[in-house]
Nanobody, 123 residues
């Protein structure tokens, strides 16, 4: 399976971006999708997860109210809508395929990862 992220870029403080994650290939053993981010020198941080059918989701407290996750089952694509962006949101954003339906936050619960897309928020 291959996960391909897109939609990153440079945006000013207060701006918006929508990231996309297209899944290509077989999806055996995948029950959810998640978004994480990793800034230089920091650990990978959970942001959001959505069920395989797109009906339930979870958002990390750190971005709640600004980020939302959704999934288009027909297109096999998962989205992360990011509003009111801040310089502290600057990081590489990665999507991942989850092996659990419980919308886990731990990286060990995800078994396929994309290469990531850079998001840079200028002040």
């Amino acid at each position: 399976v291959q996960l391909v992220e897109s939609g990153g870029g440079l945006v000013q403080t207060g701006g918006t971006l929508r990231l996309s994650c297209e899944m290509r290939g077989r999806t055996v053993g995948t029950y959810s999708m998640g978004w994480f981010r990793q800034a230089p020198g920091k650990e990978r941080e959970f942001l959001a997860a959505v069920s395989w059918g797109g009906l339930t989701s979870k958002i990390a407290d750190s971005v709640k109210g600004r980020f939302t996750i959704s999934r288009d089952v027909g297109k096999d694509t998962t989205y992360l809508q990011m509003n009111s962006l801040k310089p502290g949101d600057t990081a590489v954003y990665l999507c991942a395929a989850g092996r659990s339906s419980l919308l886990e936050e731990s990286v060990v619960e995800y078994h396929h990862w994309g290469q990531g897309t850079q998001v840079t928020v200028s002040s």
